[in-house]
């Protein structure tokens, strides 16, 4: 029975038996801290995108923790790597939709000035 003190810790005190051997592995039950306010919590402001902004501006192959250190460095903005991937993919998602457009247009135009028949003619 020397291995198994847990189980009798487990039934004497109503636990289950994995709280028991935890128990007994450490030999104290002190709780430990959960929950609180967040440090700082702040949300990405129209100053913090346009520094991510420009950070992919200067140099295009920056990780996202150097993005977290210098927005931290630079505004005093403490984000999560998280938040610095949810900015990058909007700002990307937003620049490829205006991309998309800007082709559209050009196709427009196009069928103005050429007519229909040499667009289409030049997509086939």
Partial sequence: ??????????ASNA??????RCITAKGSIEQQPRGGVRSVCIKM??????????YLDEQA???????????????SADVTISSVHRALHGML????????IC?????????????????????R
């Avoid at 029975?1 to 487990?10: N, S």
């Avoid at 998602?93 to 998309?100: G, L, N, P, V």
Wanted: without cysteine; negative net charge.
């Fill in 61 to 75: 192959d920056m990780t996202m923790a150097v993005m977290k250190e210098w927005l931290l460095r630079d505004t």
């Fill in 103 to 123: 082709i559209i247009r050009l196709f427009l135009e196009n069928d103005l000035v050429f007519g229909q028949s040499e667009t289409t003619k030049r997509m």
């Fill in 93 to 100: 998602s937003h620049r490829a939709r205006m991309m998309q």
């Fill in 1 to 10: 029975m020397a291995g198994q003190d847990w189980l009798a810790v487990a």
């Fill in 45 to 54: 402001t129209v100053e913090v995108m346009s520094k991510l902004e420009e």
């Fill in 15 to 20: 636990v289950s038996a994995s709280t028991a």
